[in-house]
């Protein structure tokens, strides 16, 4: 397949490379094998012979192509309940409408129709990839899984384990460390063992968090995380709620208490973090481990906003999360936005009483370019996956996006802001993984 017109990638954190006139030439397994512009020599001769073959995609006016969004915090069974509950505080969301959601997912049949839908859902935002929280039960998980794999989607899947009586309730948790850790074991099994070639989907190790997990199930999950080397998924820091527990209960942080079970590797992505320390994000940085930044859930939940911009100054490894359903969107394009929006907020401050130079935090502003990057370049870094970027060797994992009416002209990246801004899934007309179509609208 190749794939004619305009592009955007990301080079860096602070760069777009804006390709007006390119040609994307995909092997037969799913991989970009070259990138041409008009400026190559052989240019008008590959296209021409694309056009002969009728191998190429050709992008009609105000048409772009993107790299594949890659969301890295994802709860898939609250996809049912995107949108309620959001002003209550994390402690009660989760008791009175997130557990008892969760507990639902017993049911096969259910499972299998929210999880057809959110899947199918995810593509039509132009997400490629998704980092995935289940649920406790083994068998809709699976199911997750298969719809992964029959729509085309690249799925990092967790068996949740929690198993505290006292902070996860009598109907919705693990019965021991024991079986939680059986369980998670389990899952890792049979996804491995129904894998094809180029298979879709990795198991993931997922602690929900600190306050769910007893310390036997944390050692356990440490163990599995080093016994298969997967990634390992959960929260850090998200509350202040959250925070305090860890302290209260094991007298450090919770990147430490994960860092202390051998669950802070370099294969872990921790979401939120608002409530990091200095040293708490050193640590991060020391073992390599990504944060999710999950910037529309922050508003409700975090208490605070995470520092984005100190974090990719200090290149602690950061990628975005649209947490549904902490947050209310599956799309990553509000996320992007809302990134840009908070780090504002933090500079500036939110609270006027205050003299200017005493509210708000200095050099907190990150760009569309930053938060573009961050849900391309950083979620695939964070995943260890060769994707997010149109470049040889990557993955074709694609977007084509039409871009809205300009009334005036338009610089390149003019012509890529109002794409990130003004995005919606009517505007996503196809989606691609692994070379193959896998959406259209």
Not at 44 to 71: C, H, M, S, W
Not at 242 to 259: C, K, P, R, T
Request: glycine share 6%.
């Amino acid at each position: 397949m190749l794939i004619h017109g305009p592009a955007f990638t990301a080079l860096d954190v602070n760069h777009i490379q804006a390709l007006r006139d390119c040609l994307v030439l995909v092997d037969d397994h799913g991989w970009i094998r070259r990138v041409l512009t008009s400026n190559d020599q052989d240019f008008n001769q590959v296209l021409t012979l694309g056009r002969q073959k009728q191998q190429v995609r050709e992008l009609t006016a105000g048409e772009y192509l993107l790299p594949g969004f890659i969301d890295l915090h994802v709860h898939a069974p609250q996809w049912a309940q995107a949108g309620l509950a959001l002003d209550r505080p994390l402690e009660d969301w989760l008791n009175k409408y997130t557990f008892p959601l969760e507990a639902k997912f017993s049911n096969l049949t259910f499972a299998r129709q929210v999880y057809r839908s959110f899947v199918h859902t995810l593509l039509a935002h132009g997400t490629t990839t998704a980092m995935m929280f289940g649920t406790i039960h083994l068998k809709s998980n699976l199911e997750l899984v298969e719809q992964c794999r029959q729509q085309g989607f690249r799925g990092f899947i967790g068996q949740v384990a929690m198993d505290n009586p006292d902070q996860s309730p009598t109907y919705y948790r693990d019965q021991s460390s024991v079986a939680a850790i059986k369980a998670s074991e389990s899952f890792i099994q049979q996804v491995q063992k129904t894998a094809g070639a180029d298979d879709l989907v990795t198991p993931v190790i997922t602690p929900r968090f600190v306050p769910s997990c007893t310390a036997p199930t944390l050692a356990g999950l440490g163990r599995l995380a080093a016994k298969y080397d997967l990634p390992i998924q959960s929260h850090v820091s998200e509350s202040n709620w959250e925070s305090q527990y860890a302290i209260d209960h094991f007298g450090m942080h919770d990147a430490n208490v994960l860092d202390y079970f051998g669950l802070l590797t370099n294969r872990a992505v921790m979401a939120h973090g608002t409530q990091l320390t200095a040293a708490d994000m050193k640590l991060l940085r020391q073992r390599h481990a990504s944060l999710a930044h999950c910037p529309i859930s922050n508003v409700y939940f975090g208490n605070g906003v995470l520092p984005v911009h100190y974090l990719l100054q200090n290149h602690n490894q950061v990628g975005l999360g649209s947490d549904i359903s902490g947050g209310y969107s599956p799309s990553l394009y509000p996320n992007i936005r809302q990134a840009v929006k908070s780090s504002r907020m933090l500079e500036d401050g939110v609270d006027s009483r205050q003299a200017v130079t005493e509210r708000g935090v200095k050099n907190s502003r990150i760009t569309i370019v930053n938060a573009f990057y961050m849900a391309t370049v950083g979620g695939a870094q964070a995943l260890h996956l060769k994707s997010g970027q149109l470049k040889a060797g990557y993955r074709a994992d694609f977007q084509i996006v039409k871009a809205h009416h300009s009334f005036i002209p338009l610089s390149s990246l003019d012509a890529f802001e109002r794409i990130l801004y003004q995005t919606t899934a009517a505007d996503i007309r196809s989606v691609y993984v692994n070379g193959h179509l896998v959406y259209e609208n």
